[in-house]
């Protein structure tokens, strides 16, 4: 068995070290410094091994299980902790290649606008961008005109011929209401059992909960049990697609 990482003895000698002339007092408050960032060391540590098990595919009570606390706490911890990340701008890193498309496309469209930040109607009409991705897809699928949409919607249609990387959507600015679609959007990933967010899940978000988006979809027709249908579809046949194209049994 390996020996453990970081010994005491180790510990204590880096403390020293860091004010070599100084007193205990020093000492205590740096070995409280210490203390703190082993701790934020400690929370990623069991962090990525919380994403390499949701990846895995195994569910929160198995997780909970595992760290020795209930399914509650250990989800409450760890969608909090991504919940956070998406507020600071820190997440985007976990969105697809598709999804990071759809956010530069809401950039692009709030630009253009004239807008100062990227709401959620930008967010929803960029999610659509991409006629590959599975929110296009879900629509198509319901047979919705996307004209009547983006006017209900009162947005032009995106440009999906954008790339992006998680660095320069940090540099865009958005709104409370954009911001809450994408704490909608993880939840709705955490929900289908995805450690990732793509067009899907940024469109479950924004047309979560009340407000303009949610308004325009349900003025053509498209309510939230409508379009969490479409989308179960969706990822099930693309599911069941990768099957096939792996050799496997559909």
Not at 177 to 200: D, S
Request: aromatic share 4%; with cysteine.
């Amino acid at each position: 068995m390996p020996s453990f990482p970081v010994p005491l003895d180790t510990l204590i000698e880096y403390v020293r070290e860091l004010q070599p002339e100084s007193g205990p007092l020093e000492h205590l408050a740096d070995a409280m410094v210490t203390a703190q960032e082993l701790g934020e060391q400690s929370d990623a540590l069991i962090g990525h091994f919380v994403d390499q098990a949701r990846s895995s595919g195994a569910s929160w009570s198995q997780i909970g299980t595992a760290m020795g606390v209930s399914k509650q706490a250990a989800q409450k911890k760890f969608v909090a902790r991504d919940e956070a990340m998406l507020r600071e701008g820190r997440a985007f890193s976990r969105f697809t290649p598709r999804a990071r498309v759809s956010v530069a496309a809401a950039g692009r469209l709030a630009s253009g606008a004239g807008d100062d930040a990227v709401d959620a109607t930008h967010l929803a009409a960029g999610a659509l961008a991409d006629a590959g991705g599975l929110a296009a897809r879900a629509l198509r699928r319901l047979g919705v005109d996307e004209g009547r949409l983006h006017d209900a919607l009162g947005v032009a249609r995106a440009d999906p011929a954008v790339e992006a990387d998680p660095r320069s959507l940090r540099e865009l600015s958005y709104t409370p209401a954009c911001r809450e679609a994408f704490t909608q959007a993880l939840k709705a990933a955490v929900r289908l059992g995805h450690n990732y967010i793509g067009t899907e899940h940024l469109l479950l978000g924004a047309t979560a909960g009340e407000g303009r988006v949610p308004e325009a979809f349900a003025a053509v027709g498209l309510h939230r049990d409508l379009l969490e249908g479409a989308v179960a579809v969706e990822i099930a046949e693309t599911v069941l697609e990768l099957r096939r194209q792996a050799g496997g049994t559909p």
